[in-house]
């Protein structure tokens, strides 16, 4: 199945903070990841609805899934120290 990539707002403000290589890494990451399902994903637990990660290097993408419309949100993009902490 092929995703299509939907960005929260303030996702978008997460990586336009980020310095071009790792937004580049991320961003293909992500593009891998929704055309072929190849990425290091766990699905996150206790967490409902259901959120997933991307690990890439240091960073973490949380998003969640919407297979009725083929879509994966894309929450947010933080460091691994500051992606699991609720706000």
């Known amino acids: ?3 299509n990539l939907e ?3 303030r996702a978008l ?3 336009r903070k ?4 790792h937004r580049g890494r991320i ?9 072929s ?6 699905q996150l637990s206790g967490i409902d609805p259901p959120e997933h ?6 960073w973490r993408i ?5 297979p009725t419309r083929t879509v994966l949100l894309i929450l947010r993009v933080l460091p691994r120290d500051k992606v699991y902490r609720t706000e």
């Open 1 to 3: 199945m092929i995703w």
């Open 7 to 9: 960005w929260t707002s």
């Open 13 to 15: 403000k997460d990586v």
């Open 18 to 21: 980020l310095d071009p290589s």
């Open 27 to 35: 961003v293909a990451a992500l593009e891998r990841y929704a055309r």
């Open 37 to 42: 399902g190849e990425g290091d994903i766990v």
């Open 53 to 58: 990660r991307l690990r890439v290097g240091d």
């Open 62 to 66: 949380r998003f969640q899934r919407d």
